[in-house]
């Protein structure tokens, strides 16, 4: 983050000196700054003064982006009155006596306004009528109005069976156009239950916690749903993209057989072409047989992966990708990388990253970090931080892949993707996280997912939940089957006549084996190849998609608030979401179901499967067989579609087609690259810029302005016209060509 004074447009400053009206907060005297983050952004500064009257700094941690922000246009330890203060885009007024700051539009219309508590450092704020969005994974709510949420990590006792791990995130997001984001203290919790929302600065004064001070925060004008989350990853840094690859299907496994098991299990997916790019292999301790010796080892089983160097090369050869869990890591990780201090403790970060070099070195391509829970904010960024700079350092230029069980601000830089915990297989679960990954997508990161079936096995789980939850993985960021009875999480694991390993937990309540009837259903591996074939298919639109999300904050799966901000219908909707800007998905989670009532919103929307027309702005009630999700694309949407892959690298002499939904004009920027290189323009990294005239019925293909790549070799699309018979041919060679249609 550069120094951006200029751009946000300072008009004044002002800095008071020691006065009589001395400013305390919990106690103690204080110093108040003001500062523009953005100029769209108040960033709110409460610093404690030590006792030679210096004030003492912010600690330094890895949840801001790096760079300086502008200076402070207040810096005040007292307060005689009230003060104005005039911005490029916003105005800012502070009152005493309690410590008030109010932040306007120049129109007048207020932003947000929040009060200081003296005594304890809370601060409360107008919570208004309409939803509040964000905070991060898990919670029981997709609207966090009317909750009292302790922002406590890991898995909530009665509740992460359903809504799963608590990732806590401090972004809230007014629908009514604010944000709140904070950065101090680490500890606090969000009471949202009245007409006033209060910030807490610890969750429980019995227990020794944070202190309330210092206390900094950023109060954002939202003048769109898309600044709300481009002014994110202002404060906390962009995305990085992720390696291709892991937007393929991920297949992860507990318990594992033999080497020749594992070998034969890779060549069953290639055998049955059913798509996939990645294997995990848990480690032993949470399973009996795992690719490592026991928890925090980084020794490869003899048992499972007798001869590793050759198994991985193998793997690789059938053209997948090998993540390997990991657990117990250091409690107080800490350090910088490389390292610069004689420090040789095993919670150094670069001592830790020592450790997987030798299985590293041995070709595997992402690691699976577990738990982290019990890490405190500060180990966990370290651990996120790893995971990056560490395989970097040993394959420079190439993307790198971690997937992480905790979350806090700034993961999204570190290439960190999350999943949602050891949730329980229960129809309620799949129901509750389409909600999750709305919200955790608004707050904290565009790669999210969640364990496909359910982690821990119940007497709900059967070949029909688990084909629904397959649908609505293939439409999640994380695509990954994961959970105990690991052979149940295969696509063709339910018509084998048995569960595979017995991994039924005892003393946790609510699990059991499910009916044995199950095992020999023959509908959902078939299900499961049609919705793998169509992520596949999708995947031009999809990396489009992630690559705006890096660009721009704009997650892959979307509230509907997003672009439909001044639908309230739209706005309340937890139950469905967009993904991309044109691709609307209903995922079906209800057992038995026939039907799906669903919102469309206002414009006019494509049937997926039948391709018939729908206005919007209406409920529909849509009938369902196992195999069909509802889902709708808007019209005006050019959606790229590709042959069939069983890997996202696999050459194909097919073309893509561009499929176009006639009754609006639109645009689509396809994006592409060589999928692992860091640096974009050694990527051969193109955009493509792609609209529909609707009144003239024709698309254009023009290069946009971002690419920086030399002339490709001439490429043909195949253009399909959606609910007629037009179909054309276009050879694009990097300069502008126009098809009427």
């Not at 009206?21 to 005297?29: M, Q």
């Not at 047989?289 to 198994?311: I, Q, R, Y």
């Not at 129901?431 to 997508?441: C, D, M």
């Not at 399909?720 to 041919?729: I, N």
Request: glycine share 8%.
């Amino acid at each position: 983050m550069k120094l951006r004074a200029a751009a946000i447009g300072l008009l004044s400053t002002l800095v008071l000196p020691l006065a009589a009206a001395e400013i305390r907060i919990a106690g103690k005297p204080v110093e108040l700054r003001l500062a523009p983050a953005s100029a769209r952004t108040v960033r709110i500064s409460i610093l404690p003064i030590d006792a030679s009257g210096k004030s003492i700094p912010l600690p330094e941690a890895l949840i801001l982006a790096p760079g300086e922000f502008p200076a402070p246009f207040l810096t005040a330890r007292s307060l005689d009155g009230e003060r104005s203060f005039s911005l490029e885009k916003l105005d800012v007024r502070v009152s005493p006596s309690p410590l008030r700051i109010r932040v306007s539009r120049k129109d007048g219309t207020i932003v947000q306004e929040l009060t200081i508590d003296a005594g304890t450092g809370a601060f409360s704020f107008p919570a208004g009528k309409a939803p509040l969005l964000g905070l991060g994974g898990g919670g029981t709510t997709f609207d966090r109005r009317g909750v009292y949420d302790p922002m406590d990590n890991g898995h909530r006792s009665g509740e992460y069976p359903i809504f799963g791990s608590r990732t806590p995130v401090p972004y809230l997001i007014g629908t009514e156009g604010w944000a709140l984001f904070v950065h101090r203290p680490y500890e606090g919790a969000f009471d949202l239950r009245g007409p006033a929302g209060i910030h807490l600065p610890k969750k429980n004064p019995g227990i020794p916690k944070e202190e309330p001070l210092p206390l900094d925060l950023f109060v954002v004008a939202c003048e769109s749903p898309a600044a709300a989350l481009a002014e994110y990853t202002v404060l906390t840094g962009r995305p990085v993209m992720p390696p291709k690859w892991a937007l393929g299907y991920i297949q992860s496994h507990r318990t594992l057989g033999s080497p020749a098991d594992i070998i034969r299990e890779a060549e069953t997916f290639r055998e049955k072409k059913l798509p996939c790019d990645g294997l995990i292999y848990l480690g032993t301790g949470y399973c009996p047989a795992g690719w490592n010796l026991g928890h925090a080892s980084l020794d490869f089983n003899p048992a499972t992966f007798d001869k590793p160097k050759e198994m991985i090369d193998r793997l690789h050869a059938l053209d997948f990708k090998v993540v390997l869990h990991v657990n117990n890591a250091p409690k107080t990780l800490h350090g910088e990388f490389p390292k610069t201090t004689r420090d040789d403790g095993r919670d150094h970060i670069a001592n830790y990253w020592e450790r997987h070099r030798p299985a590293f070195a041995l070709g595997v391509d992402g690691w699976w970090p577990d738990d982290g829970d019990e890490l405190s904010i500060d180990s966990r960024l370290s651990r996120y931080f790893i995971y990056r700079q560490g395989p970097l350092s040993d394959r420079p230029g190439i993307r790198t892949f971690s997937l992480q069980r905790s979350a806090y601000p700034g993961l999204q830089r570190f290439g960190t993707w999350v999943w949602s915990g050891d949730v329980f297989s229960l129809w309620k679960t799949l129901a509750a996280h389409v909600a999750v990954g709305i919200n955790f997508s608004l707050s904290a990161s565009p790669f999210w997912g969640t364990d496909i079936g359910g982690f821990s096995p119940t007497k709900e789980l059967s070949g029909e939940l688990y084909a629904r939850w397959f649908q609505f993985g293939a439409f999640s960021p994380v695509f990954r089957s994961h959970g105990r009875m690991c052979q149940l999480r295969l696509p063709w694991g339910w018509n084998l006549g048995t569960m595979g390993p017995y991994e039924v937990v005892p003393d946790h309540a609510g699990t059991a084996a499910p009916d044995p009837s199950e095992f020999h259903n023959a509908e959902v591996e078939p299900i499961c190849r049609r919705y793998l074939n169509l992520r596949y298919q999708l995947m031009p639109y999809l990396y489009s998609a992630v690559r705006e999300a890096c660009d721009t904050g704009m997650p892959v799966m979307r509230a509907l608030w997003i672009h439909y901000p001044d639908d309230p219908a739209a706005v309340a909707l937890g139950d469905e979401y967009l993904w991309g800007r044109d691709i609307l998905v209903a995922p079906v989670t209800e057992k038995g179901a026939v039907r799906r009532d669903l919102y469309l919103p206002e414009g006019l929307w494509y049937d997926w499967w039948s391709n018939r027309p729908f206005p919007g702005k209406q409920r529909i009630s849509r009938y369902v067989d196992l195999a069909t999700m509802p889902i709708y694309v808007r019209a005006g949407a050019v959606i790229p579609f590709d042959p069939v892959r069983q890997y996202v690298d696999e050459p194909s002499t097919e073309p893509t087609t561009l499929r176009v939904y006639p009754g609006a004009d639109g645009e689509f920027v396809l994006y592409e690259d060589d999928g692992k290189s860091i640096d974009d323009t050694k990527a051969g990294a193109r955009w493509t810029r792609i609209a529909w005239n609707d009144a003239t019925k024709t698309l254009s293909i023009s290069p946009d302005a971002r690419t920086t790549a030399a002339p490709a070799a001439p490429r043909t699309f195949k253009i399909q016209v959606m609910g007629t018979r037009a179909v054309s041919t276009a050879v694009y060679s990097g300069k502008r060509v126009d098809i009427n249609l």
